[in-house]
């Protein structure tokens, strides 16, 4: 009767199996990784593109939010008041009502951004008084930043809290769209013949991701909001 051969592995080729999978294992890893931070990114510049709409939707809709309506400066954003009637917030009545300037987005900052409704209609984020911070956006928590801003045809800036904040609002009740630059004591965007800015560029970019940046474009004229793959550069 014949004899059968019954020889395992040797110890050599269970390391080089183990070797193999090891590899395969680390490339399915890093793909995944990589995969995931690409789409945090794009998931970013669609997120910032909807939240544009949203400021824009809720403007032409005529949404209503519930504040404190006062003239003292020591009322903040946050002092939102739970009743809906008439009753007294520290100073001035609670109100359920349209902000008169309707609704944007400011962006003082590469870390974050705010959704706010316009209260004193002075087509800015004034947070500090008078304005509602509607949605509070942070990017920095999965490494994402915005890069840079292009108003037109002018230099691209890096967003900051001073000489280049950049407010998004949209006019009750039609919806028409302002770029407002310095944020108090600042100006709707100009170019250098003193004519309306007409279009405005904002890149999402990642920690993580260099191949490529997201693009967010907004046209003054006719209202329209894209968001595309793009190159990191204005």
């Known amino acids: ?21 090891g590899v395969l ?14 789409n945090e990114l794009r998931q970013a510049g669609l997120e910032f593109s909807q939240n544009l709409r949203l400021a824009q939707s809720y403007t032409i809709g005529g949404n209503s939010l ?30 359920n009502t349209v902000p008169r300037g309707g609704y944007g987005i400011s962006i003082a900052s590469t870390e974050n951004y705010w959704i706010f409704g316009d209260k004193k209609n002075n087509n800015y984020f004034d947070g500090d008084i008078y304005d509602f911070g509607v949605v509070y956006k942070d990017l920095s928590y999965k490494s994402l930043h915005i890069k840079e ?17 950049i407010d ?6 039609t919806g028409i769209i302002h770029f407002f630059v310095g944020g108090a004591g600042g100006q709707e ?5 003193g004519d309306l800015i007409n279009k405005l560029e904002i890149l999402i970019t990642s920690d993580y991701v260099t191949s490529y940046c997201r693009k967010i474009s907004i046209n003054r004229i006719s209202g329209q909001i894209s968001e595309v793959q793009s190159e990191c550069s204005l």
């Open 66 to 95: 519930m504040f404190c309506d006062e003239s003292s400066p020591e009322i903040v954003r946050y002092n939102e008041c739970i009743v809906p009637d008439d009753t007294p917030c520290d100073t001035g009545i609670c109100v």
């Open 1 to 21: 009767m014949k004899k059968v051969n019954s020889r395992g592995f040797t110890l050599a080729e269970l390391l080089i199996v183990i070797s193999i999978l």
């Open 25 to 38: 294992t680390l490339i399915i890893m890093v793909n995944f990784r990589s995969g995931t931070r690409s």
């Open 149 to 165: 801003i292009k108003l037109g045809e002018e230099d691209a800036i890096i967003p900051n809290d001073t000489d280049n904040r």
């Open 168 to 173: 998004v609002t949209f006019e009750p009740p």
């Open 189 to 193: 965007a100009e170019d250098s013949s």
